[in-house]
C-alpha cells in the first residue's frame, strides 16, 4: 500500500528534499546555535513543497477523486472494516478521515504532498486530520505532533519534521524528546518551552487516545487512512487508498442524511 505510482515515486525524490527552495535559506541557521534571528513569520508557515510536486500531487488527487465515482470499492480486499469501530473525535455532522502517520516513516513523507493536494478538493463536510503512531520507538516524534497543536505551531514545525528526517537528514529517525527539542530549537522555535509542552499531562493524554484509537482500529503500518473509525484503507497504491478513501466518504456523507 506504500507504493506511489512511477510517476510519482520519481517526484517523491523532490518530496523528500521537498522543501529545498526554503530550506536552503534556513540550513545556515540549522548548523549555528544561533536562531533568534529567524523570522518568526517564516517559522509559523510550512515549507513549501517544489511547485512541480504540488502540480503532479493535484492532478493525481484529482484522478483518484475521479476514479472512485466509476470503480466499486470491495470489503475485505480494499477496505476492512472495523468491529466495533469509533471516530477518533466526535463527527458533528462531518466525515473523519484519519491519517495515522510517524515522521520517521518514508512513505508518509512521500504520501504528504499527495495527501496534502486530496485533501484541498475535499467538501465541507470532511474532516482530514493526520495522527501520530502512539507507540513504541516513534512516541517523543508523537509527542512533537501534539505540542505543536498545542503551541499553536502544527503548521511550520509539521513540514520541517519531515524535512529533517528524510530531506537534510539533520533529525534522526530515532530522535529523544530531547533530541528533538534541540533541533527544534536551532530551526529558531523555542526549545525549552517545547520540551516542557512534550511531556505535559495535556500530551501525554492525547499520546494515549491516539494510541487507544490505533490500537482498536487495527493499524499495523502507515501511513494508514481510517473512514469515521469504520473503515480501514487497504489499497494496493497511495493513490488507491485515496481512490477508496473518497468512495467510503460519498458512501457515510449519503448515510448522514
Given amino acids: 500500500m506504500f507504493a506511489l505510482s512511477k510517476q510519482l515515486r520519481a517526484s517523491a525524490l523532490i518530496a523528500v528534499s521537498v522543501l529545498a527552495i526554503s530550506a536552503c535559506t534556513q540550513k545556515p541557521q540549522a548548523a549555528t546555535e544561533a536562531s533568534a534571528t529567524a523570522p518568526k513569520a517564516a517559522l509559523a508557515e510550512p515549507l513549501p513543497f517544489d511547485p512541480r510536486l504540488v502540480q503532479m ?17 470491495v470489503a475485505g480486499k480494499d477496505y476492512d472494516e472495523i468491529a466495533n469501530g469509533q471516530p477518533f473525535q466526535p463527527l458533528d455532522g462531518k466525515v473523519e478521515v484519519v491519517e495515522v502517520f510517524a515522521y520517521s516513516c518514508p512513505h508518509c513523507a512521500d504520501f504528504e504532498p499527495l495527501l496534502e493536494a486530496w485533501t484541498k478538493q475535499q467538501p ?8 501520530p503512531l502512539a507507540g513504541g520507538v516513534a512516541s517523543d516524534l508523537g509527542r512533537t505532533y501534539f505540542a505543536a497543536v498545542k503551541t499553536n505551531q502544527l503548521q511550520g514545525i509539521h513540514t520541517r519534521m519531515f524535512y529533517g528526517i528524510h530531506g537534510d537528514k539533520s533529525l534522526p529517525a530515532g530522535a529523544s524528546g530531547n533530541d528533538i527539542a534541540a533541533w527544534l530549537g536551532k530551526q529558531g522555535y523555542d526549545g525549552k518551552t517545547f520540551r516542557a509542552t512534550m511531556a505535559s499531562p495535556e500530551v ?23 473512514v469515521n473509525g469504520k473503515y480501514r484503507i487497504k489499497g494496493s497504491s497511495q493513490l488507491d487508498d485515496l481512490r477508496i478513501a473518497s468512495t467510503l466518504i460519498a458512501r457515510e456523507s449519503g448515510a448522514g442524511k
Fill in 57 to 73: 500531487a493535484t492532478t493525481a488527487a484529482t484522478q483518484a477523486i475521479a476514479e472512485a465515482k466509476t470503480k466499486p470499492v
Fill in 124 to 131: 465541507a463536510n470532511v474532516r482530514v486530520m493526520p495522527l
Fill in 204 to 226: 501525554q493524554q492525547q499520546m494515549q487516545q491516539a494510541h487507544d484509537f490505533e490500537l482498536r482500529s487495527g493499524v499495523d503500518s502507515t501511513p494508514t487512512l481510517i
